[in-house]
């Protein structure tokens, strides 16, 4: 599950000028063992672009079906001809918990976000990176005051004649935790693209103190996507 900044698709715009695709992740972490489904969607236009992602997990401890569902959208402005744009972001979602007879549920707070994005491509689209600095406005959340920013990077890279893809981000927010006040998630993800439609490869979620868990965490998936 993404989670938190939806961008690692940013740039699938690589492979094709726009894109849809679906992908089946096996959690093999620690104390995890489930399956996420996540579907994005990238679509550039003449004003900037549009990206958002779903995430469901399901089967999470003893929850029959989908035990989390998670949504971001984000739009980016172009600002004239230059490098920068506006960037316009939602996050949000709820879960689902259950332990024997026990139970319950509990919801993802919701996020806006609003700031300056820088991105570099290179001509060929085989390569490329983003850079976003965000005010960040947090529901719900421990802080005193839901005020907050978040620094992001996204990037990709096509090699072996495009059958391999290195793609990623990495956020750093703050946000009051039972283990501290900043908060750190990276998913880089390796694909071989056997053909237009189909790849299949790894994500490692990299975080420190996200998701109720203390500490630096690695959490590797194996993953298909299908991209329509």
């Known amino acids: 599950m993404k989670r938190v900044l939806l961008l690692s698709a940013l740039f699938v715009l690589a492979v094709s000028v726009q894109a849809q695709n679906i992908q089946t992740h096996y959690d093999f972490g620690k104390d995890r063992g489930y399956l996420t489904t996540t579907v994005e969607m990238f679509k550039p236009d003449k004003m900037g672009n549009t990206f958002f992602f779903i995430d469901f997990d399901y089967g999470v401890g003893d929850v029959e079906g989908v035990s989390l569902a998670y949504f971001e959208i984000a739009r980016c402005m172009k600002l004239g001809e230059s490098p920068f744009s506006w960037h316009g972001e939602y996050n949000g979602g709820f879960g689902q918990w259950k332990a ?4 319950g549920a509990y919801t993802i707070n919701n996020a806006w976000l609003t700031g300056i994005d820088y991105s570099w491509n290179a001509a060929d689209f085989s390569r490329g990176f983003s850079l976003k600095a965000l005010y960040k406005n947090i529901a719900n959340t421990m802080n005193e ?22 793609t990623g981000f990495a956020d750093l927010w703050k946000e009051k935790t039972p283990f501290g006040e900043f908060v750190f998630l990276s ?42």
């Open 187 to 228: 998913e880089p993800q390796l694909w071989y693209n056997a053909s237009e439609h189909f790849a299949f490869g790894s994500e490692v979620e990299l975080s420190s103190n996200f998701a109720g868990m203390e500490g630096f965490k690695i959490m590797p998936t194996l993953v298909v996507k299908w991209t329509f």
């Open 145 to 166: 005051k839901p005020n907050s920013f978040q620094l992001t990077g996204v990037w990709y890279l096509n090699f072996a004649k495009g059958k391999m893809s290195f």
């Open 100 to 103: 024997g007879d026990a139970g």
